[in-house]
């Protein structure tokens, strides 16, 4: 199948998938309220084969230290996936398929498969990290920019973190836990009872993000918009906690948004 932009409808939602511009969400409008920022960079991308920062851009694979490109330097950011196509498998009204091959500069050959199901009143996705040949450490999340002001009306941020990932001054946690600290913030959260983010737009619109996964990041030191974004780790996590995939034992994910009206 191509890898065009697919639209998904469900009651007053509907939601694009760019599988071209790096398999990202690249909207989802409720009625009239389009709740991720536009544009190329935007929408919400999946971190694969890891999430944040990697220190240096290098990770200790087996006994093999391996550089990943500075795309911010001095560190290497987000995974390689959302820098290339990936293309549909399957498509219905309500739920697309599409999958991007590991490739270089990721040392490993492996695939990447994304599910966007669609509801009336929520999106669910997932997403698998297999292994073909060998065995790789690898995260995987999803780094969504929500819009911080949907018709004049700013959002609420309202989560219960268990502890907040001390951050140091190369933007990278520290390795020490500590309570959490008011905003604003580029930092990441630990829930070990799942990721439950709420996001509220007084009188318009309330959408929580949740997960099974104890990690979340959270951004939102822009003034355009706030990102909540699950992950299977920290940042840097391919050096300190490391997430095996082997070619029996594929990573898989996944975060729902649901939300009502107000």
Not at 170 to 181: A, E, Q, S, W, Y
Not at 235 to 256: H, I, K, M
Request: proline share 9%; aromatic share 8%; hydrophobic share 35%.
């Amino acid at each position: 199948m191509s890898n065009d932009d697919i639209t998904l409808t469900a009651g007053e939602a509907e939601v694009r998938v760019s599988p071209a511009d790096g398999g990202r969400i690249s909207g989802l409008r409720i009625g009239s309220l389009e709740l991720l920022r536009q544009g190329p960079r935007f929408g919400c991308f999946p971190m694969v084969p890891w999430c944040g920062r990697i220190r240096d851009g290098r990770f200790l694979d087996g006994g093999t230290v391996r550089q990943m490109p500075l795309n911010s330097p001095p560190h290497a950011i987000h995974g390689t996936a959302r820098d290339g196509a990936w293309r549909t498998a399957r498509v219905t009204a309500d739920e697309a398929v599409i999958t991007c091959e590991l490739a270089d500069p990721w040392p490993h050959r492996g695939r990447v498969t994304q599910i966007v199901s669609l509801a009336e009143d929520g999106l669910t996705l997932t997403m698998s990290v297999e292994a073909y040949d060998d065995s790789f450490p690898a995260q995987l999340g999803w780094h969504p920019w929500f819009h911080r002001t949907l018709d004049g009306v700013d959002a609420r941020l309202d989560f219960k973190p268990a502890w907040q990932e001390e951050r140091g001054a190369d933007h990278l946690p520290t390795g020490n836990r500590i309570d959490p600290l008011p905003g604003p913030w580029d930092d990441c959260f630990g829930m070990p009872g799942g990721v439950d983010v709420t996001l509220t737009w007084p009188g318009l619109l309330e959408l929580k993000v949740a997960s099974r996964e104890e990690w979340v990041v959270v951004y939102d030191e822009q003034a355009e918009a706030v990102c909540v974004e699950p992950q299977t780790g920290p940042p840097n996590g391919l050096n300190t906690s490391p997430r095996l995939v082997t070619p029996l034992d594929p990573l898989e994910a996944a975060t729902a948004w649901s939300w009502r009206r107000l």
